[in-house]
């Protein structure tokens, strides 16, 4: 697929906008001073002025419905810059389950509030340290719900909490206030300096949604396909950063971007992150157009984003040598986001496995 | 309706009077497509039905220009008829070298004349070509090849031989490398010229690959007389028409290759093999494996489209031929590893009915060849490193 003008603008418009105010520096800026939010404030106030976080909030909400090539574009420069804001779990995640599976009056509700960015949102699925949204343990019984969730994105700042469990034989995603009596929220500070936490729920209320399971379905498509032009940026700068130090660093009197070895495996990361960009895209368009097979592209979409993301990590803390092991350096930045990213929301494995399934094999 | 549903629709209706109905399934094997050429038996009635067909509506080349034989397609027009073909799995009429290989090469460097006198016979399925590039001393290194023309006035006479010529015992005419200047530097001494493989002078060799089979040739000139006229873009100026040439067989070859597997997916395949648990593939490790290739080639088919889409609109695609052609033919070979893990023992049959005489294992040790032919995979990452990513020569 191509873009079109439209889209370009924004992307144009969306990778100064990170640059400028939510560069790699930011990130380690929020994880030096263990700041309590743990998101960086001032881009978030800028994502909220451009319309960003109303990018999938439809128009009738005070959203500019752009769709999820446009959530794309969004995710691929945040992962250039690693870029720290709560963009995935309240625009992207919390945006479409609501969208999907909302009722009217939770619509109206929250959906201005995510496009004006005075709510943040956060999506509770798993139950153990691996993405099985098809083996739910939390309960909800008679409207309220127990259990405990996982990898819950912004889940220590969120006012809303998006929690995924089973009623019955159905699994659903319930509205839970994350201040209500038996919620306990712990904090975990990923390797990624990223925001999570692990949440109990002891007997909690939990307000049903009008298609819980619509909303849980769309929205882990979304999230995946949009992790996956996440995981596609961050993949792509780390290459580019790494090409640079190709052609400036030095040994054996010579620049190491001169020895076959490095071209070769320079060349076929290049492909690889190409690759995953590419197929991160159409995937997203896909969901746009309600194309017969987005399931299977956003699968394979987050499966190759994931490994190309982990790949290039590594390729380029290799390929920087020593300095590339230091903490000082942004580099390893990149392999810890990659490593994170490719987790969340379910790993290669996992897609590959669901993708195989829907394959018929 | 616009103009391109009038189109579509004309070419459906076209389509289903004229394609025979032996010519709407998959080849069962390589064997089965249709080279054309003098020498070419037509395996059956509605093979050359088909050919001739499409050759009077020009479709046998799409989108070459209608006074040369062609279909005058544009690119929007060239792929409806190919979404067309597809869908009723009509096979391709008639292809060799010269469509994929020597035409667009023609098109963009040859005479006016040149182009009168060889494309509209390539379009009509009556000349087959083959390619005079590789020599003993000359593979990778492709440049540095010894095969002599001298000038002889108003002709040249070759004296040299090539190597690995795919099908020059087939072929009708060749489109060869040879050196016109011996003094000059090694890339600028070099032709491009045409020629009947009939010449005085000519012999071929078959050289048996792995595979068991013969498709490629030792292929020697001794005194081949070459009329002057036959010279493709300026003289001494072959590399050129070379690498632009190689550009074209690059794209091809990275694309789909035809064979068992084309158009075949692998799960259910693997499926009647290897059987299945709980509805998933009985092997776990083969059907993640499959899974994988699956994905990357969703990948590298998004990556196609988008070059393709970026090149249409005149943003350029050339050393990108590399990229297609390497992971192309890497996706293939890997492709047929998993059909062999697939098929297991029976795979391995060597000359069985059962197998149509070994097609598989044949197939898959010729898909080794992808990665080598056209220039080998440590070539396209060479042109990715220095051309597309600008790394610096040692
Ligand atoms: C099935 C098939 C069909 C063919 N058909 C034709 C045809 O019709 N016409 C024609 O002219 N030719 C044809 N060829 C020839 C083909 O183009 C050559 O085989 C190819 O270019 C490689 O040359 P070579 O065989 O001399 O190998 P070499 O160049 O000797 O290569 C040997 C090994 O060294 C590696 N190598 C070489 N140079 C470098 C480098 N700079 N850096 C890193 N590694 C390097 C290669 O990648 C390869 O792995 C065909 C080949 C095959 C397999």
Known sequence: ????????????????????????????????????????????????????????????????????????????????????????????????????????????????????????IALAVDDGAKHRPERLQARVEGGTLSGEKRLVLDGHVADLLLVAAGEGDQAALYLVDPKADGVTVERTVMADSRNAARIRFDGVPAEAMADGAAALATALRAGRAVLAAELSGLALEAFERTLGYLKERKQFGRLIGTFQALQHRAAQLSGEVAMSEALAMQALDACDRGADDADQQVLAAKAKAARVALLAGQ?????????????????????????????????????????????GY | MSDLEQFRAETRAWLEANCPEEMRQPLKSQAEHCWGGRKWQFQSEAQKVWMERMADKGWTAPQWPKEYGGGGLSQEEAEVLAEEMKRINARTPVSNFGFWMLGPALLKFGSEELKREHLPPICRGEIRWCQGYSEPNAGSDLASLQTRAEDKGDHFVVNGQKIWTSYADKADWIFCLVRTDPQATKHNGISFVLFDMESEGVSTRPIELISGESPFC??????????????????????????????????????????FLKGRALGPLAAEYVGTEHGKLADAGLRADIADLEIDHMAFQALVGKIRAEAEAGQGVGAQSAVLKYYGTELNKRRYELMMDALGSEGLEWDSERTQGGLFAREWLRSKGNSIEGGTSEVMLGIVSKRLLGLPDA
């Open chain 1, 1 to 120: 697929m191509k873009l079109n003008d439209e889209q370009q603008m924004l992307q144009d418009s969306v990778a100064r906008l990170m640059a400028d105010k939510g560069p790699v520096s930011h990130l380690r800026q929020l994880r030096d001073e263990h700041h309590d939010k743990g998101y960086d404030e001032p881009l978030w106030q800028a994502m909220v002025e451009a319309g960003l976080t109303g990018i999938l909030v439809p128009e009738e909400h005070g959203g500019i419905g752009f769709g999820l090539v446009g959530a794309g574009l969004v995710a691929r420069e945040i992962g250039r810059n690693l870029s720290v804001t709560p963009f995935l779990s309240t625009a992207v995640l919390g945006a479409a389950a609501l969208s999907a599976g909302g009722s009217d009056e939770q619509k109206a509700k929250w959906l201005p509030a995510i496009a004006e960015g005075t709510a943040i």
């Open chain 2, 218 to 259: 030792e292929t020697f000139f001794d005194d081949v007389k070459v009329d002057k006229h036959q010279v493709v873009g300026e003289l001494n100026r072959g590399w050129d028409v070379a690498k632009y040439l190689l550009t074209h067989e690059r794209n091809n070859i990275g694309g789909e290759p035809p064979g």
């Open chain 1, 315 to 359: 390729e380029a803390v290799q390929m920087h040598g020593g300095i590339g092991m230091t903490d000082e350096f942004d580099i390893g930045f990149f392999l810890k986001r990659a490593r994170a990213g490719g987790e969340t929301l379910g790993d290669a494995n996992y897609c590959a496995d669901r993708f195989a399934a829907l394959r």
